[in-house]
């Protein structure tokens, strides 16, 4: 079966920075687009950033546009999300998913496009 495992989340000061990876297993990896999300305390999960099949495509939530950066390695089915100059605000359980539509846009932000998700893992920032 699809396994999505993330690791790397941790307890962090404000300006630090995090490498999140997230391993996937049990589906042909090179074939999906792939998404991070997050859900801060008490509050919606939000979509953070995804990525193309080959990784030349690649969408930022505003909040975290010009702080994070997302990339992949097909050869080893991660998705990795780097996470430089962290605030507080960016403080709750980060997931990765993988894509299940054809299109992938700006819109593949939305996580309704997702299906198989890891059990997230805690990034907590204090300020």
């Known amino acids: 079966q699809v396994q999505v495992v993330e690791s790397g989340g941790g307890l962090v000061q404000a300006g630090d920075s995090l490498n999140l990876s997230c391993v996937v297993s049990?589906?042909?990896?090179?074939?999906?687009?792939m998404g991070w999300f997050r859900q801060p305390p008490e509050k919606d999960r939000e979509g953070v950033s995804c990525?193309?099949?080959?990784?030349?495509?690649?969408y930022y939530s505003p909040s975290v546009e010009g702080r994070f950066t997302i990339a992949r390695d097909n050869a080893k089915s991660t998705v990795f999300l780097r996470m430089n100059s962290l605030k507080p605000e960016d403080t709750g359980v980060y997931y990765c998913a993988v894509h299940q539509r054809i299109s992938f846009g700006l819109s593949s932000l939305k996580s309704r496009q997702y299906d198989y998700w890891g059990q997230g893992t805690q990034v907590t920032v204090s300020s």
């Open positions: 049990g589906l042909n990896f090179g074939r999906y687009a």
């Open positions: 990525i193309s099949v080959s990784g030349d495509i690649t």
